[in-house]
C-alpha cells in the first residue's frame, strides 16, 4: 500500500512540473511578443519624426535659395571703371643686370737685392678691379660678363650665356670663358685659395691660363653607381699662344673633362677628374715656342690632366672648421718644325685648413718642368705657405709666404706678399 501511495505521489510531481514548465513558456512568450510590438512602435514613431525634419529641412533650404534669388535680382551692377595706362619706366630695374665690383690689391716684398725680379718688384700695385654683370635673359638663359680694369688698361675676362633645362642633364654655354681643365684654371684670380695660380698653370697655359673663346657643353650623365659623373665638352678657337696658335688659329682646339663626385659620407666627398685637349699650333721655329705665324705649318698639340680633391666638412659645424686637399697633373705634348717634340709636366698639391669662423690656413707645393726643349732633368718647384682672414663675407686678407727654386735658377727667391680683397655687390668673391 506503501508503494503505491508514493508511486502515485510522484506520477503527481512528475505532471505539476511539466505543468508549471509549460506555463512559464507561455509566460516568455506572452512577454517576447509584447517586446516586440513596443519596438515597433517606437521605430514606426522615429520614422515619423525624420520624415517631418526631412520635409522641414528641405523647406529650409527652399525658403533660402529663394531669398538668394531675389537678392540677386535687385543686386546693382558695378560700375563701369575707365582704363588707366600707366608708363612702366620705374620697372625697368627689374630687367637691369646685377651688378658687382671686386678690388685686389697686393703688397710684395722680395727679399733678395736687387729687389726685383722679373716686372715683379718690391712694392705695392693695385692687380685688378673686376666688374662683374649678370643677368636672367628669360626663362630659358642667363649671361655673366667680367671685365677686369688693371692700371695697365682694361680687358674683357669672360661674357658668356648660359641655356640650362630645356633639355633634361644637358646645358650649354657660348662666349669666352676660362676653361674647364680640372678645376682650378676655371676660377678667376681674385676668388683664388691662394694669391697666384699654380706655377704648372702659368707654365704650361701661360699667365693667363686657358680662356678662350667657343662653345661648352654640360651633360649630368645618368647615375647608375654611387657615383656622380658631369662630362663636359668644349669646343674653342686655339687662341692660346703657348699651347696652340695665339692670334693666328686656324683649327679649333677641343676639351673633354670627366668629373667623378662620391659621397664617403654626409661630411665627407671626394672628386676625380680627367681631362683631355687637342688642337693646332703654328710654330715659326723651335727658338722661340710661343712664336707663331700664320704663314707656318700647322702641328698637333695634346693637353692631358687628372685632378684629385679631397673635403671634410662637418655638418653641423661647417662655419668653423673643414679640411681640403686638392692636387693635379698637367701634361702638354707638343709638335714643332723640324719633327722635334716639346713636352712638359707640372702639378700642384695644396691642403687647407679652416681653423676658425674667420681664419684659414694652408700650404701648396708647386712642380713643372721649364717651357722649352730637351728640359729632361730640369724642374722648378715652389713652397706657398699661406694664411687667410676673412673680416667679413665681402672682405678678406691674406699673408703669404714663397720660396721658389729649381734648376734654372741661380739663386733660389723668396717673397713676403699681403692680398685685400673686396667685392661690392651681389656676388661678393664668386669664383667664375
Not at 293 to 309: E, F, I, K, N, Q
Not at 402 to 420: A, E, H, I, M
Amino acid at each position: 500500500m506503501r508503494i503505491l501511495f508514493s508511486i502515485a505521489f510522484c506520477v503527481i510531481l512528475v505532471f505539476g512540473a511539466i505543468s508549471l514548465q509549460a506555463q512559464e513558456q507561455k509566460f516568455q512568450k506572452i512577454k517576447q511578443d509584447s517586446t516586440i510590438n513596443v519596438l515597433k512602435s517606437k521605430i514606426q514613431n522615429l520614422n515619423k519624426r525624420f520624415s517631418r525634419l526631412e520635409k522641414k529641412q528641405q523647406a529650409a533650404e527652399l525658403q533660402r535659395l529663394l531669398r538668394e534669388a531675389e537678392t540677386a535680382a535687385v543686386k546693382p551692377r558695378p560700375e563701369k571703371k575707365t582704363k588707366v595706362f600707366r608708363g612702366g619706366q620705374r620697372a625697368l630695374q627689374a630687367i637691369n643686370p646685377e651688378i658687382s665690383v671686386t678690388g685686389d690689391f697686393l703688397s710684395r716684398y722680395i727679399f733678395e737685392s736687387p729687389h726685383y725680379s722679373g716686372e715683379a718688384r718690391s712694392g705695392n700695385s693695385f692687380r685688378v678691379l673686376g666688374i662683374h654683370f649678370r643677368s636672367d635673359l628669360d626663362p630659358f638663359s642667363f649671361t655673366k660678363i667680367a671685365v677686369e680694369i688693371h692700371p695697365d688698361g682694361a680687358e674683357l675676362g669672360e661674357a658668356y650665356a648660359v641655356w640650362s633645362g630645356e633639355i633634361p642633364g644637358l646645358s650649354f654655354m657660348v662666349g669666352k670663358f676660362r676653361q674647364q681643365f680640372g678645376v682650378v684654371n676655371r676660377w678667376h684670380a681674385h676668388s683664388l685659395d691662394q694669391i697666384f695660380f699654380p706655377l704648372a698653370i702659368q707654365v704650361l697655359f701661360g699667365p693667363e691660363g686657358l680662356n678662350q673663346t667657343g662653345f661648352s657643353m654640360r651633360w649630368d650623365i645618368p647615375q647608375l653607381l654611387p657615383v656622380t659623373q658631369y662630362l663636359t665638352l668644349q669646343m674653342t678657337n686655339g687662341q692660346n699662344r703657348h699651347l696652340f696658335s695665339g692670334k693666328y688659329y686656324s683649327l679649333p682646339s677641343v676639351l673633354g673633362h670627366l668629373k667623378n663626385y662620391y659621397d664617403l659620407s654626409e661630411n665627407t666627398y671626394i672628386e676625380l677628374g680627367l681631362t683631355g685637349m687637342i688642337g693646332e699650333n703654328h710654330v715659326e721655329n723651335v727658338e722661340n715656342l710661343t712664336q707663331n705665324s700664320d704663314s707656318a705649318p700647322g702641328h698637333r698639340t695634346l693637353v692631358g690632366g687628372a685632378d684629385l680633391t679631397y673635403f671634410w666638412e662637418p655638418v653641423n659645424r661647417a662655419h668653423y672648421k673643414n679640411f681640403l686637399w686638392r692636387t693635379e697633373l698637367y701634361y702638354v705634348k707638343k709638335d714643332l718644325p723640324g719633327q722635334k717634340e716639346l713636352t712638359v709636366l707640372g702639378g700642384y698639391s695644396y691642403v687647407q685648413r679652416k681653423l676658425s669662423e674667420r681664419w684659414v690656413a694652408g700650404l701648396r707645393g708647386d712642380w713643372t718642368q721649364p717651357f722649352r726643349l730637351d728640359n729632361s732633368g730640369q724642374a722648378v718647384y715652389q713652397i706657398v705657405p699661406y694664411v687667410t682672414w676673412w673680416q667679413s663675407h665681402w672682405v678678406r686678407m691674406r699673408l703669404e709666404y714663397q720660396y721658389k727654386n729649381g734648376s734654372v735658377f741661380t739663386n733660389p727667391q723668396n717673397r713676403v706678399l699681403f692680398q685685400l680683397t673686396w667685392a661690392a655687390g651681389p656676388h661678393k668673391h664668386e669664383r667664375y
